[in-house]
């Protein structure tokens, strides 16, 4: 069984050693180092084949996944984040060593077809107001219309997923090849779509990464859909842990969110 988790990145990084991990330099398209070349940072680029490089800046990390998608030879495709990756249990105080291994993400396929992040919690917000007090919701707006127009049968599970308060976020997963292809297919085509319809929004560069942000609650819209359907059932899908490869700085991010909560001031950074 051949399973390839893509790692992306954007910058030199400590990667896992096992061997279904494919670093990936995302948004490579254009990238130059100090003396003016090519940037090569030592990862597959996300520039070669078949690919949308150059939407990166927007995109986020969907420029890697686009890439995997249409390029690269699997059975199970999963997306990380050189800074998030999954992980079955706390083994050792060295984050590095309580990522999944390829033991147990072999042993995982073997069971389920989807695995996925457990699932953020927001307690007092719904994915949709969270949404509309950190980031601009006439994207996320627009991206519901194109599901209306394009999959109407998708719209009743959209309207479900944004009033939840809670969902498997950071677009990371690993699935089957059919459901990868399926998944890739359906929102791609929406996030074309939406940026035909999005016109040139004025906002701030981490503002303009929204496709990436839209695509977190979009892929729960997918998820429902093929749950509800009988396309997969409860049994095919596992949710595990994430582990940070930094310390997140929840007093900035706490902060923020009451900011943006009470104040309408929009997130203008990571934490």
Not at 115 to 120: A, F, G, R, T
Not at 165 to 187: A, P, V
Not at 263 to 268: D, I, L, N, W
């Amino acid at each position: 069984m051949e399973i390839k988790i893509i790692v992306a990145a954007h910058k030199t990084y400590s990667m896992p050693e096992d061997k279904i991990y494919l670093p990936v330099h995302v948004g490579a398209e254009g990238k130059k180092d100090e003396n003016g070349s090519e940037l090569n940072l030592g990862y597959v680029k996300d520039n070669t084949g078949e690919n949308i490089s150059v939407k990166n800046n927007s995109f986020c990390e969907l420029t890697g996944l686009y890439w995997a998608w249409k390029n690269l030879e699997y059975d199970y495709l999963g997306l990380a984040h050189y800074r998030r990756h999954f992980m079955l249990k706390k083994k050792s105080k060295n984050p590095f060593e309580n990522v999944l291994s390829e033991e147990e993400a072999n042993k995982l396929a073997q069971k389920y077809k989807v695995i996925v992040p457990e699932k953020q919690k927001y307690y007092i917000e719904t994915l949709y107001s969270h949404y509309k007090h950190t980031h601009y919701i006439e994207t996320l707006d627009k991206a519901g219309e194109i599901i209306g127009d394009k999959y109407p049968e998708y719209e009743r599970f959209y309207n479900s997923v944004v009033k939840k308060r809670s969902g498997h976020m950071f677009n990371m997963f690993i699935m089957t090849k059919e459901l990868t292809d399926s998944y890739c297919s359906w929102l791609f085509d929406i996030l074309f779509e939406l940026e035909n319809r999005i016109g040139d929004m004025k906002m701030s560069a981490f503002q303009g990464r929204f496709y990436g942000r839209v695509s977190e609650i979009l892929f729960n819209v997918w998820l429902s859909y093929q749950l509800k359907n009988g396309i997969i059932s409860k049994k095919d899908v596992k949710a595990i842990p994430c582990i940070y490869m930094e310390k997140i700085n929840w007093g900035r991010k706490i902060k923020s969110f009451l900011k943006a909560k009470f104040f309408h001031k929009k997130y203008e950074s990571s934490f």
